[in-house]
């Protein structure tokens, strides 16, 4: 006989969901405690802007004093200047003229140290208020390398390292090599190339230097000296290089070149192992009398 065979349904219940539990809302806070912290905060903020107007109505009055006040007033005799050695001082003084007589503290002294910096020989400058009524000026003044000779026979000048035109000052003791080849017209990164390579020259020809009375930096490949020696004046075209040695071989062979060319004066030293010396500027003198023609006439002022 089959055994019966039983089964067991289970049924379970399916999960109820869990709905999330819900936050009370907030109570409307409510009380005296309330309305004191919230007058307290509004009296921080009144007192903090009643502050900040009266910092600011400080500082306004403050500043009126110092621009107002006739004890701040630069005079004339108040401005001090440090430095000059070349720089025209009237100049200087000029860039003040509209401070005299007013407050130090009323001068952009960002402005008037812009002014300043225009002026050829004023490379750099700084101004100090001296309170109560004076004003310090230091002056660093550029310094000249050479006497700039400008073609067509213009006005006189200087010039610096950093290719700076200086007006020539009324009184100054200066032994500087003239320098041709530039000009005002020619950019200052322009000039201040040449004014390099001329440079470059005089620290490299070292006991030579001296002698060295005018250099024309025009052509940066080809530098043209003028050389004194014993009297004479050589020119010589010293390329772009080498100077010393180039030197150092010219002087050596100078004699011989005198007495083999004792009318030349310009040489091309440009290639190391040779001196040439180039057609221009070294033609011979005119033949002179032809020496029958000379006895003659030196025999006819004997006989008188």
Do not use: C
Request: aromatic share 6%.
């Amino acid at each position: 006989m089959a055994r019966k065979q039983t089964a067991q349904l289970e049924i379970e219940e399916p999960e109820r969901r869990r709905e999330p539990a819900r936050t009370p809302r907030r109570e409307r806070a409510s009380g005296p405690g309330v309305w004191r912290g919230r007058v307290r905060r509004v009296l921080v903020w009144a007192g903090a802007a009643a502050s900040a107007a009266g910092i600011l109505a400080g500082a306004y009055l403050i500043d009126e004093f110092l621009a107002n006040d006739a004890r701040f007033a630069l005079p004339r005799g108040g401005l001090e200047i440090k430095g000059l050695a070349h720089a025209p001082r009237a100049g200087v003084e000029a860039v003040f003229a509209r401070d005299f007589g007013r407050s130090i503290y009323r001068i952009p002294l960002a402005e008037r140290r812009a002014s300043l910096l225009r002026i050829d020989w004023v490379k750099d400058a700084s101004i100090l208020r001296q309170w109560p009524n004076r004003v310090a000026v230091r002056i660093v003044e550029r310094t000249p390398v050479a006497f700039l000779v400008a073609p067509g026979g213009g006005a006189p000048a200087l010039i610096d390292s950093e290719g700076v035109v200086l007006s020539l000052p009324p009184r100054a003791n200066l032994d500087l090599p003239a320098l041709t080849g530039l000009t005002r017209e020619q950019t200052r990164e322009d000039r201040r190339e040449r004014v390099s390579n001329a440079m470059e020259l005089l620290r490299t020809a070292g006991p030579w230097a001296g002698r060295i009375s005018e250099i024309d930096a025009g052509d940066a490949s080809n530098i043209k000296l003028t050389f004194l020696e014993q009297g004479r004046a050589y020119r010589l075209w010293m390329g772009n290089r080498n100077y010393r040695a180039r030197l150092d071989n010219f002087l050596k062979f100078r004699r011989e070149i005198n007495r083999r060319l004792p009318y030349a004066t310009i040489f091309d030293l440009r290639l190391d192992d040779r001196i040439t010396v180039p057609a221009e500027g070294n033609q011979a003198p005119a033949a002179g009398p032809a020496p029958a023609e000379t006895k003659a006439k030196t025999g006819r002022r004997r006989a008188r």
